[in-house]
């Protein structure tokens, strides 16, 4: 019998994955996931799935006979399917602010956080081919050395991580969001509101490369590379630092075990 549950096409230490899988645990909707394990195949599955040449990225999810892609559209379409628990507010002006907050983490932090992670695991080598080792399945950790070299590779053709003047502008992008961050926080424990909202799921999710929580896609043992421990060691005592710490600690781990029996990864 054909299975109807909502399909995940992901990357798993991607930090817009991470965003989605986050939802989808938080709402506890039973759903599959499929990984791209060698990079760059995913970009030829997304073209295909999404029929758009434009589009050649993960996640994209299929649901209901539907395929969405962007993290942001694809929790959109959970919030309308599965309200509850919700992430977006239900107050009007609280909406309006989540999802602008939603806009300038996803646009102004992400791709910021994934260039310098990339930049500095280029200039370590041993660290790249042990992450790796560590997060790609058999048989294809069995050749760690190798697809570390391809996804060095990759990884500079595609997102400029050999680049030091693209390493300068991603740190510069990267602590302006962390102010950003500490002012709309303020006192508060939450961005929006008094709950979990989409502002707080996407703004943890895409510092988590910075941040390395336990509870984050990464294995909780891995280092960060040199270049960027000398980058994040000012900032761990920073409260957006710690923040995203936190909520990882508080609501990552409480619905990835929520969401244990009904999801099959």
Avoid: C
């Avoid at 060691?233 to 781990?253: D, S």
Wanted: charged residues 30%; negative net charge.
């Amino acid at each position: 019998m054909r299975d109807s549950r909502p399909l995940l096409w992901h990357l798993p230490v991607s930090h817009y994955s991470e965003k989605v899988r986050w939802a989808l645990d938080h709402k506890r909707i039973p759903h599959r996931r499929r990984a791209a394990i060698v990079p760059g195949t995913h970009m030829v599955a997304a073209v295909w799935l999404t029929r758009d040449p434009g589009y050649f990225t993960f996640p994209v999810l299929e649901i209901d006979g539907e395929t969405i892609a962007d993290s942001s559209a694809i929790i959109a379409t959970l919030e309308e399917r599965f309200p509850e628990p919700a992430l977006y507010p239900a107050d009007p002006d609280d909406l309006r602010r989540a999802l602008e907050l939603e806009d300038f983490f996803d646009e102004e932090l992400g791709p910021y956080t994934r260039q310098l992670a990339f930049h500095e695991l280029g200039n370590d080598p041993e660290r790249f081919e042990a992450i790796v080792a560590r997060t790609v399945p058999e048989p294809f950790n069995r050749n760690a050395a190798g697809a570390a070299a391809f996804a060095r590779t990759f990884t500079r053709l595609r997102f400029g991580a050999r680049s030091e003047a693209a390493a300068e502008v991603s740190r510069s992008k990267i602590l302006a969001a962390l102010d950003r961050l500490e002012d709309e926080l303020g006192s508060a424990e939450y961005l929006v509101g008094d709950s979990l909202s989409v502002a707080d799921v996407t703004a943890a999710a895409l510092f988590y490369p910075l941040v390395l929580p336990d509870e984050g896609p990464l294995p909780p043992e891995e280092e960060a590379p040199q270049g960027l421990e000398r980058f994040r060691a000012p900032l761990k005592e920073r409260r957006g630092f710690k923040w995203v710490e936190e909520t990882f600690r508080r609501h990552r781990r409480r619905a990835r075990r929520s969401a244990a029996t009904a999801v099959h990864a």
